[in-house]
């Protein structure tokens, strides 16, 4: 096996999951940590409530990290069983709008944001070379634009974006994207005292943007050496994806190993589909709600806000939500609170429709 693997995504699918993975089906029990520059424990069991964060995964999230974390293997002892692994991300925003300057009030102004989103991105595009340079593999997971509405699910709450503190719920999370990101149509509804939930529920569907993702989008340096992996297919079959894997990093999968990591991957893999049965379904939700079929819904908050966006850019129609706390949980019902929309909108899909 190389000594050094990068486990590299753009967006959150899975990279945790492989990177523990790698390292727990090598046989390993320890595995040098960065951060705390020792060797810890191993996790036999990472999964939590949402992801496989339970793994203390290494994680740069700048080129500059990237390289520090592999020169710095280099100089350890050498240890021919020794690999080190890593989780690459992509810069934090607040990270790279300070490199820039650009302070964090003005996020919400797009030009302003693609300029701070160009230079993360740019950043990222650095790791397939660091890695050709420095003998490292490379496992690249893709993200599809199709299932973007999963990464609107909040699935870590490590840190707030621009603080390193940990928020005590998914709201707190959300009120700081709002924040920094949408902060004009924030104060501008706040001003006319649209401040409850479905007054909420309705700027954020204005505001989303939920097929719309540079990140996704772009094509990355991929010239060098590197395993791309569909993201999708690491969540539909990630048995066969990590036998893929080992075979690229021309090593064995531990037997005794296999069959406790089996275990492990069930939980995590129910875990991802649960999330991802939204984007599955919201082509047939849409239609159910604009034709007025008979479908069980149980939608969250962040889910009624990507359906009602839907139902203003694609189909020109709004939602009579005025009290309504929660959706109703069926489409049909749904469907009788449908009227006209009469936001002046952008035409951002070019009549390409979800469904």
């Excluded at 690229?248 to 999330?275: G, H």
Aim: charged share 20%; net charge negative.
């Amino acid at each position: 096996m190389s000594k050094k693997i990068c486990v590299a995504s753009v967006m959150s699918v899975g990279g945790t999951f492989v990177d523990w993975s790698i390292q727990f089906l090598s046989g390993k029990t320890k595995y040098y940590h960065i951060d705390s520059d020792k060797y810890v424990d191993l996790s036999c069991d990472p999964i939590t409530k949402l992801n496989a964060h339970g793994h203390d995964k290494n994680h740069p999230n700048t080129s500059a990290k990237l390289i520090h974390e592999f020169n710095t293997f280099d100089l350890l002892p050498n240890d021919p069983e020794a690999i080190y692994s890593t989780y690459m991300f992509i810069m934090n925003l607040d990270v790279a709008a300070d490199n820039l300057g650009v302070t964090h009030d003005l996020l919400d102004q797009p030009q302003q944001f693609q300029t701070v989103m160009t230079h993360a991105l740019d950043d990222f595009n650095k790791t397939f070379k660091i890695c050709n340079d420095t003998q490292t593999k490379l496992v690249y997971i893709s993200a599809d634009i199709r299932i973007m509405p999963y990464h609107n699910s909040v699935r870590s709450l490590d840190r707030f974006v621009f603080s390193a503190k940990k928020p005590q719920c998914d709201l707190e999370l959300h009120a700081e994207i709002q924040e920094y990101f949408f902060n004009s149509s924030v104060s501008t509804w706040n001003h006319m005292g649209l401040t409850d939930i479905w007054d909420v529920r309705e700027r954020m569907a204005l505001d989303s943007r939920p097929l719309q993702n540079d990140a996704v989008t772009r094509d990355f340096d991929f010239q060098y050496p590197h395993l791309w992996i569909n993201g999708q297919e690491l969540f539909a079959d990630p048995e066969r994806t990590i036998k893929k894997i080992f075979s690229y990093l021309e090593s064995d999968i531990n037997p005794v190993r296999y069959q406790q990591w089996l275990n492990v991957c069930k939980k995590w893999q129910r875990l991802q589909l649960d999330l991802l049965n939204f984007c599955y379904t919201l082509p047939h939700i849409i239609k159910a709600t604009v034709n007025g079929w008979d479908y069980k819904i149980n939608l969250t908050f962040q889910q009624e806000v990507i359906v009602q966006h839907y139902l203003i850019y694609q189909h020109n129609l709004n939602l009579k939500t005025w009290h309504l706390e929660k959706y109703p949980d069926n489409t049909q019902q749904l469907h009788k609170l449908l009227e006209p929309n009469i936001h002046p909108v952008q035409d951002i899909y070019n009549s390409r429709s979800t469904t």
